[in-house]
């Protein structure tokens, strides 16, 4: 079982910048991803990026070339970082680790998860 606590969140004005942590303790498993997802009020959680331990990424469309994941392995800590916010990027930021790696679909009861930050961009 993997624990994980993520940090970062906050609120911004559009255009700023923030950077999302999550320290994982526990086993990660080879081949796997860790990853974010956003989630807002009556919509189910979103893929926003994975990471694989090769440093393979995947990112959503939506976020592309704003955002940038990275895992530092001695710190056993996931980041993103989160330029050019705009305010559809407002959500509750959960971190995942143990997921699968070829799609960003979420899949309930696959991986594990944190509590999330929340993050709010206002225009």
């Known amino acids: 079982v993997v624990q994980l606590v993520e940090s970062g969140g906050g609120s911004v004005e559009a255009g700023g910048s923030l950077k999302l942590s999550c320290v994982a303790s526990g086993d990660i498993y080879e081949n796997s991803c860790m990853g974010w997802f956003r989630q807002t009020a009556g919509n189910e959680r979103e893929g926003i990026a994975l990471?694989?331990?090769?440093?393979?990424?995947l990112y959503a469309d939506s976020v592309k070339d704003r955002f940038i994941i990275s895992y530092d392995n001695s710190q056993k800590t996931l980041y993103l970082q989160m330029n050019s916010l705009k305010p559809e990027d407002t959500g509750m930021y959960y971190c995942t680790a143990n997921y699968v790696c070829h799609r960003l679909t979420y899949s309930k009861g696959v991986g594990s998860w944190g509590q999330g930050t929340l993050v709010t961009v206002s225009s």
């Open positions: 990471v694989k331990d090769t440093g393979t990424t």
